[in-house]
């Protein structure tokens, strides 16, 4: 690792690339005489807040320093999904999630479904893929899509392993998440040993599945993963002094949809301020380690003569709530599962640039498309990102007639009871749930409140409805709405049916299990109303 931090070093000294000519969107890439390599790098559940001031001073991450010093960090880049499937869906798709019908982690897109990718490749990129990819539909335990199906019903169960911590106490073990570090290096090896022969431009993905928790067995034979999992090596990169202990708002006076996230998380008892420390010191350390793998892509590029010619984007799916709001995981439109890290470098780039408009992963697509210099489709929810990182580019303002000054993201999996819409502006963050009559708003203003624990939606009616109406003239959502409480009855009825005699067993063993056993006939007895509820007319009209 030393050797590591010495190539980082030589490398920061070189001279950033020289701009380019043009300024319009897509003349960025298109100016240029080749068009560029592009690698992206996707984590699992990392915090965009840590890839800036002050969240940047809690963990040591080298390489997206580098990144950031040599390319465009995006300040304000948000999940269009919080949670795995669906926001990578609209990653590959250009498209909001409610127009694919990603609903959760077992609804997504079609095998077959034509990503930015197979794009690339048909206009000459070569093309390769290595880790988690997860944007398709099938995938994810039966425990998983039965809680999202079943998220309307009146019950309250425990759904996840209480968060916890687990630390290898070795300084010299680098390689914790050994199958990360496997698909890294087949990465690693690929650009090595074949992409630097290329005559072609060349595209390739990397997923980790870093830094998102680990599987806890120890919850029982069906487990959720509430581990927070790393080694002394990793811990010695977080700064202990600099980690924020969150305030938590009293149960009782939650908002109704946080509650029921926290009580199905297993996080509504009591909780040292050592364990908070802890699982969020821990979490801290696996993005170091996620950081490294990203590093070990940037050198094998510089190593390879290959760096200049290519352009680097790092991101994630969601963040991480690490015990804010009293939740670990996502599934939460507040900012550390929401805020997603977005940085750009390379030819074109321009080097030591924050943007702090808006943004979101809908934006990959085309910018993706835009960087090949391919002409982008009329019917993408996205914006490309190169009028606003170009070297060309350097009006900011010029880029709200070009991406609108939003973003829209949605939620309607497991451990949240409505289907929820948020609409982030430069200014607002501001939260609807299932109709917009039956679950109250949310209204935050991060400027004056960013740790979001002021919902100030009745304080300023007028400015709550007209970001209601901006997001309803964006989407219809009580109509989504609907149409997601129409598909999970039909998919739990599907399953139900194909169990026969072996449902009530299979259902009482998943892996809200520990509460189910102490009263099964209840909790089949709600699931049975819940099916002879017409939720559907009621909406319909709406």
């Given at each position: 690792m030393v050797l590591l931090w010495l190539l980082v070093v030589a490398t920061l000294a070189l001279a950033a690339p020289a701009p380019e000519a043009g300024g319009q969107r897509g003349l960025a890439a298109r100016a240029q005489p080749e068009v560029p390599n592009v690698v992206l790098v996707v984590s699992d559940s990392f915090d965009g807040r840590l890839t800036f001031h002050p969240g940047s001073q809690v963990v040591k991450l080298p390489f997206i320093n580098f990144m950031k010093a040599h390319g465009t960090t995006f300040l304000s880049a948000y999940t269009n999904s919080p949670i795995c499937c669906p926001s990578r869906a609209a990653m590959w798709s250009g498209l909001f999630i409610h127009l694919t019908e990603s609903w959760n982690n077992f609804k997504g897109l079609d095998p077959n479904?034509?990503?930015?990718?197979?794009?690339?490749?048909?206009?000459?990129?070569?093309?390769?893929?290595?880790?988690?990819l997860d944007y398709t539909s099938g995938h994810h335990s039966i425990s998983n899509r039965v809680e999202a199906w079943t998220r309307d019903v009146a019950f309250l169960l425990r759904q996840e392993g209480r968060p916890m911590v687990n630390l290898i106490p070795n300084k010299t073990k680098v390689r914790v998440m050994e199958r990360d570090w496997t698909n890294t290096d087949k990465a690693v090896n690929w650009l090595r040993k074949e992409a630097i022969n290329y005559t072609q431009p060349f595209v390739l993905y990397l997923g980790l599945n870093l830094p998102h928790p680990y599987p806890s067995p120890s919850s029982g034979e069906n487990f959720g993963s509430s581990t927070f999992h790393t080694s002394l090596y990793w811990l010695e990169k977080v700064s202990e002094n600099a980690i924020k202990i969150p305030k938590w708002s009293p149960l009782s006076e939650m908002h109704p949809i946080d509650y029921y996230s926290s009580y199905t998380k297993n996080c509504t008892g009591k909780f040292t301020k050592k364990e908070i420390k802890n699982i969020r010191a821990f979490y801290y350390a696996m993005c170091a380690e996620t950081d490294a793998m990203l590093g070990e892509i940037i050198l094998a590029l510089r190593q390879s003569d290959l760096l200049q010619k290519t352009i680097v984007i790092?991101?994630?799916?969601?963040?991480?709530?690490?015990?804010?709001?009293?939740?670990?995981?996502?599934?939460?439109?507040?900012?550390?599962?929401?805020?997603?890290?977005?940085?750009?470098?390379?030819?074109g780039i321009k080097a030591n640039l924050q943007v702090s408009n808006v943004v979101s992963l809908v934006d990959i697509y085309p910018t993706m498309l835009d960087i090949a210099g391919i002409s982008l489709p009329q019917n993408l929810s996205g914006y490309s990102l190169l009028p606003l990182s170009s070297e060309t580019f350097t009006n900011e303002h010029k880029f709200e007639y070009l991406h609108p000054p939003w973003i829209l993201s949605e939620f309607h999996g497991c451990n949240v009871n409505a289907s929820t819409y948020m609409l982030r502006t430069n200014q607002w963050k501001y939260i609807a749930y299932s109709d917009g009559v039956s679950v109250l708003p949310q209204l935050f203003d991060l400027s004056s409140d960013p740790d979001e624990l002021t919902n100030i939606a009745a304080e300023f009616p007028d400015i709550t409805y007209s970001l209601d109406q901006k997001l309803r003239s964006i989407i219809n959502y009580p109509k989504v709405s609907a149409s997601v409480h129409q598909y999970n009855k039909e998919q739990f009825i599907n399953w139900k049916q194909s169990l026969g005699q072996n449902y009530s067993n299979v259902i009482a063993n998943l892996r809200w299990h520990q509460d189910w056993l102490k009263e099964p006939t209840k909790y089949e007895s709600a699931i049975n109303q819940w099916l002879k509820n017409p939720l559907i007319q009621e909406f319909e009209q709406k």
């Open positions: 479904y034509t990503t930015w990718m197979d794009v690339m490749e048909k206009h000459g990129y070569r093309t390769q893929k290595f880790g988690k790092f991101t994630s799916d969601h963040g991480e709530l690490a015990m804010e709001h009293q939740q670990f995981y996502k599934m939460s439109m507040y900012e550390a599962s929401a805020h997603v890290p977005l940085l750009m470098m390379g030819p």
